[in-house]
C-alpha cells in the first residue's frame, strides 16, 4: 500500500464555518506533510510532523490548525478562513529522521473553495 | 541558503521529440534532488531521486536525469515525447539535517500531435 488518501476532495466554506481536512497513510511514514498549493505556482510547506510532534510550522496564520492524532493520520483544522486560503491542499508523507533520503509521497490533494 | 531554479515556465516538443526540462540549484552541501510530475487536479508524483549513489538516474515513464555537481545542474530529459506526458513538471531540493523540500516554479510541458 503506497497510497496517501485525502479527503474531502473537494470542500466550500463561508468564512465563519469550521471544517477539517484529513490525511491518511499505511505506509509506516513517520514523518506528515501539509501543503499549500496555488494556482500555477509550485507547493508551499506549511506544516510538519515528526513522530507525530509538530516539527515546522512556517509561519502560518493560526486560522489553520494542524493536528496528527497518531503515526498514520494528519489533520489540518480550518476556521474563519479568507478567500485568499482558496487552494489545492495537499498531504505528503516520508521516511522518518533528518538523515533520511526519502522522497515525500503527496496525496491527490483537497481543493478549497473560501467563499 | 538552498534555491532551485527550472528554466522556462513552458516547453512545447512535438510528440516523438526528445524532452529536456532544466533544474539548477544552488546548495553548500550535497543535496538530495528530485524530480515530480503534476497532472491536472492531482497530487504530484515522483518521477525520479536523486541521492549522491550514481549519477545517472532513470525513474519511472522513460524519463531519466543526470547530476552534474560542476554545473549544479539536474536536468530530466525523455528521448520521446508521449501526448501522455503533458503535465507539469517540479524539480526539488532537500538537504540532508532538514525536512524542507524545496521546489522550483515548475515547468508545464505541452505535446504537439
Known amino acids: 500500500d503506497t497510497e496517501v488518501t485525502q479527503t474531502p476532495k473537494h470542500l466550500v466554506m463561508g468564512m465563519t464555518n469550521k471544517k477539517s481536512l484529513k490525511c491518511e497513510q499505511h505506509m509506516g511514514h513517520r514523518a506528515m506533510y501539509w501543503y499549500k498549493q496555488k494556482a500555477k505556482k509550485p507547493p508551499e510547506l506549511m506544516f510538519v510532523?515528526?513522530?507525530?510532534?509538530?516539527?515546522i510550522n512556517e509561519s502560518v496564520p493560526s486560522r489553520f490548525s494542524p493536528e496528527c492524532p497518531n503515526s498514520s493520520l494528519l489533520n489540518l483544522h480550518l476556521h474563519a478562513l479568507q478567500p485568499e486560503d482558496s487552494a489545492l491542499y495537499l498531504c505528503?508523507?516520508?521516511?522518518?529522521?533528518?538523515?533520511?533520503?526519502?522522497?515525500?509521497?503527496f496525496g491527490e490533494g483537497s481543493r478549497l473553495t473560501v467563499l | 541558503a538552498q534555491s532551485v531554479t527550472q528554466l522556462g515556465s513552458h516547453v512545447s516538443v512535438s510528440e516523438g521529440a526528445l524532452v529536456l526540462l532544466r533544474c539548477n540549484y544552488s546548495?553548500?552541501?550535497?543535496?538530495?534532488l528530485f524530480w515530480y510530475v503534476q497532472y491536472p487536479n492531482q497530487g504530484l508524483q515522483l518521477l525520479l531521486k536523486?541521492?549522491?549513489?550514481?549519477?545517472l538516474v532513470k525513474g519511472i515513464n522513460g524519463f531519466e536525469a543526470e547530476f552534474k555537481k560542476s554545473e549544479t545542474s539536474f536536468h530530466l530529459t525523455k528521448p520521446s515525447a508521449h501526448m501522455s506526458d503533458a503535465a507539469e513538471y517540479f524539480c526539488a531540493v532537500r538537504t540532508s539535517g532538514t525536512y524542507k523540500y524545496i521546489f522550483g516554479t515548475g515547468t508545464r510541458l505541452k505535446v504537439l500531435a
Open positions: 510532523y515528526s513522530y507525530e510532534k509538530l516539527s
Open positions: 546548495s553548500s552541501v550535497p543535496p538530495y
Open positions: 536523486y541521492t549522491s549513489a550514481a549519477t
Open positions: 505528503a508523507s516520508s521516511l522518518p529522521g533528518v538523515l533520511s533520503t526519502g522522497e515525500l509521497f
